[in-house]
């Protein structure tokens, strides 16, 4: 069995800044990319940006600039700083790696913007 598990969503003001984290643990055999997708309400869910245990990223341009992705391989976790928050940045925020050569998923982690 293999879990991920996040932290760090919740409540801020616009302007402000949230850190997410998202922790691999269990029969971890092989862990490659990692990262995080979020869906606001009525969207589809979009990938907000990944990163490979070599650490190299992706971001896609529409993130880029107010988000960074970055990896602890010793903990299985990476971790994803958001700055300038807006109230459009308001999600469920996904956490994604490839575990095992399986995708796996985690629960979600809400992220909410006040204006």
């Known amino acids: 069995q293999v879990h991920l598990v996040e932290s760090g969503g919740g409540l801020v003001q616009a302007g402000g800044s949230l850190r997410l984290s998202c922790a691999a643990s269990?029969?971890?055999?092989?862990?490659?990319?990692m990262g995080w997708y979020r869906q606001a309400p009525g969207k589809e869910r979009a990938l907000v940006a990944s990163?490979?245990?070599?650490?190299?990223?992706h971001v896609p341009d529409s993130m880029k600039g107010q988000f960074t992705i970055s990896r602890d391989n010793a903990k299985n976790t990476i971790y994803l700083q958001m700055n300038s928050l807006k109230p459009e940045d308001t999600a469920v925020y996904y956490c994604?790696?490839?575990?095992?050569?399986?995708?796996?998923w985690g629960q979600g982690t809400q992220v909410t913007v006040s204006s």
């Open positions: 990163i490979n245990s070599d650490n190299s990223v």
């Open positions: 269990g029969s971890i055999r092989s862990l490659n990319v």
């Open positions: 994604y790696a490839y575990i095992n050569y399986l995708v796996k």
